[in-house]
T-cell receptor, first 111, second 114 residues
């Protein structure tokens, strides 16, 4: 049973436009969420996180939104750049170090 | 660099062979994690160390998998009598402290068992 789901395996966006990556979860006890970016042949790189006491967190071009009632998390990238092309994973945990990852969404930003 | 490093980057093993995968975490990081990532999937937790103590090995898929971190820094993941279903990327991550911290990943070791 997949507790963290990324239902879109891939997404293409034009350079300069907004990229929106989505993540759904089933366990309402999750209290901390992260997004990682992964380039081919490299390990995942931490992007941004959010605690369940917040509904939004921003870091430069990246904003994460959390909708607890819908058990939904999204990552907005504005403006999208070709260098953002990568696989994006969301992850969640319940008060501990044990993160559960989604299956990833491959983002392609077209120049 | 100062990041997490892993070796070897690629490993081909014959079925039944034993393999050892090495992880060098970021210096001073208390916590170390091993994950397994199958093709098209996200990383899946295998085991967790806090310094030299293995506090959680709930994700290890069988008793053929063994991990150690004897001096609280470098860690080794050993897989005995490898099988084809062990083929995956094995990722190591470390975090500065214990608990709900940002984990920093290494590049992974891609294991192919023939």
């Amino acid at each position: 049973d997949q507790q963290v789901k990324q239902n879109s395996p891939s997404l293409s966006v034009q350079e300069g436009r907004i990229s929106i990556l989505n993540c759904d979860y089933t366990n309402s006890m999750f209290d901390y969420f992260l997004w990682y970016k992964k380039y081919p042949a490299e390990g995942p790189t931490f992007l941004i996180s959010i605690s369940s006491i917040k509904d939004k967190n921003e870091d430069g071009r990246f904003t994460v939104f959390l909708n607890k009632s819908a058990k939904h998390l999204s990552l907005h990238i504005v403006p999208s750049q070709p260098g953002d092309s990568a696989v994006y994973f969301c992850a969640a945990s319940i008060g501990t170090y044990k993160y559960i990852f989604g299956t990833g969404t491959r983002l392609k930003v077209l120049a | 660099g100062a990041g997490v490093s892993q070796s070897p980057r690629y490993k081909v093993a014959k079925r039944g062979q034993d393999v050892a995968l090495r992880c060098d975490p970021i210096s001073g990081h208390v916590s170390l994690f091993w994950y397994q990532q199958a093709l098209g999937q996200g990383p899946e937790f295998l085991t967790y160390f806090q310094n030299e103590a293995q506090l959680d090995k709930s994700g290890l898929p069988s008793d053929r998998f063994f991990a150690e971190r004897p001096e609280g820094s470098v860690s080794t993941l050993k897989i005995q009598r490898t099988q084809q279903e062990d083929s995956a990327v094995y990722l190591c991550a470390s975090s500065l402290l214990a608990g709900q911290e940002t984990q920093y990943f290494g590049p992974g070791t891609r294991l192919l068992v023939l």
